[in-house]
């Protein structure tokens, strides 16, 4: 093998090797611009949370009741009886409200739901009372 071919081929290799060298550089300028929208995306998420968060209320207060009449009467007639416990059914009656089932099963709801916000206490099984 003489000079000439040495070189041929030593200058073969050398153009080979700047064509990947090239193709790699279009990968890296290629994941380069992905990574920069991706950190960008990254950022915007985190705002989005950090404001979301800022926002919503607190999971440990609990929501005011429901402001319609319904919940009112409710509310007040534990309020104006703070130690007394009563069933659903004895509600509607001090209420004045109908005593059928259907109309007894959402005061049974809604019970629930003032229980569950922090404003009533269940101290027996379908018995409510103020919480205290």
Do not use: C, W
Not at 6 to 17: N, P, Y
Not at 76 to 93: S, W, Y
Not at 94 to 104: K, Q
């Amino acid at each position: 093998m003489n000079i000439a071919d040495l070189l041929a081929g030593l200058q073969a290799r050398h153009d080979e090797t700047m064509a990947r060298a090239g193709e790699l550089r279009d990968q890296i300028e290629h994941l380069t611009a992905a990574l920069t929208k991706t950190e960008v995306r990254l950022a915007d998420l985190a705002t989005a949370h950090k404001v979301i968060a800022e926002l919503a209320p607190a999971q440990d207060e609990p929501e005011p009741p429901e402001t319609n009449t319904a919940y009112q009467a409710i509310v007040n007639a534990f309020n104006q009886h703070p130690k007394q416990e009563f069933r659903a059914r004895e509600l509607h009656e001090l209420l004045g409200m109908p005593t059928d089932e259907a109309s007894v099963n959402v005061t049974r709801a809604r019970l629930g739901r003032l229980t569950r916000q922090g404003f009533l206490t269940q101290p027996g099984r379908g018995r409510y009372q103020k919480r205290t």
